[in-house]
Structures are given as C-alpha cells and as structure tokens.
C-alpha cells in the first residue's frame, strides 16, 4: 500500500506558475501509474493529467494540456506536476493518486490510492 503527501500548492496570479510534488512512501512508486486530479468548489473531482510506470508516456485533459506537464523520479519516490499559465480556472484543490493500471488512472472512481490534496487558488 502506498501513501501519497502532496506540496507545492498555494495563491498564485493569473499567468502565473506553481510545482506540485507527490512524495511517496511504504511501496515503491514504480508498481504504480500515477495521476494528478483536481476538484474545485461545488465541482466533481476531474482528471489532470498522469504519467506512465516508466514516466515514458503521458496524457493530459484537453483543458491543461500545452500548460501542464507531470513528470516522475521513481528514485525519489516523487511525481510532479509543473503547472505554467495559470488562470482562475485552475483554482481547485489538486490530489495525486496511483493505482497498479493504467485504464484505471483517468477515472476518480477507480483509482485506489489518493493523497490528502493541496489547494492550488490562482487570482484574476
């Protein structure tokens, strides 16, 4: 069983950038493909982004793709997620997860393991 903390999160200007970090622990994070999800207010949860075992293939929601990149080191055991242009869109609480498939990662309801979030606010 794996458990995800996430960091990096916070109040940002619109155009502005922030990097979030997912440090894991109790497995290693090369069993597990990951993902970054975010859920804003009074919203459901919605896919990120996620990022194969390897890190050697990715896939991003249409809405943050050319802005977002996720990236991986599973010999920190930490995944990424580098978000540039922000806008007050992207204001949401944002969770790193893994599950053991990949047809799993894109769907909140069957990820297995989630982290606790961080709150990402971007400012018009």
């Known amino acids: 069983q794996v458990q995800l903390i996430e960091s990096g999160g916070g109040l940002v200007q619109a155009g502005g950038s922030l990097r979030l970090s997912c440090a894991a622990s109790g497995s290693t994070l090369n069993r597990y493909v990951m993902g970054w999800f975010r859920q804003a207010p009074g919203k459901e949860r919605e896919f990120v982004s996620a990022?194969?075992?390897?890190?050697?293939?990715?896939t991003y929601a249409d809405s943050v793709k050319g802005r977002f990149t996720m990236s991986r080191d599973n010999y920190k055991n930490t995944v990424y997620l580098q978000m540039n242009s922000l806008n007050p869109e992207d204001t949401a609480v944002y969770y790193c997860?893994?599950?053991?498939?990949?047809?799993?990662?894109?769907?909140?309801?069957?990820?297995?393991?989630w982290g606790q979030g961080t709150q990402v606010t971007v400012s018009s």
């Open positions: 997860a893994a599950d053991g498939r990949w047809g799993n990662i894109r769907s909140p309801g069957l990820t297995e393991y």
């Open positions: 990022v194969t075992w390897s890190g050697s293939a990715s």
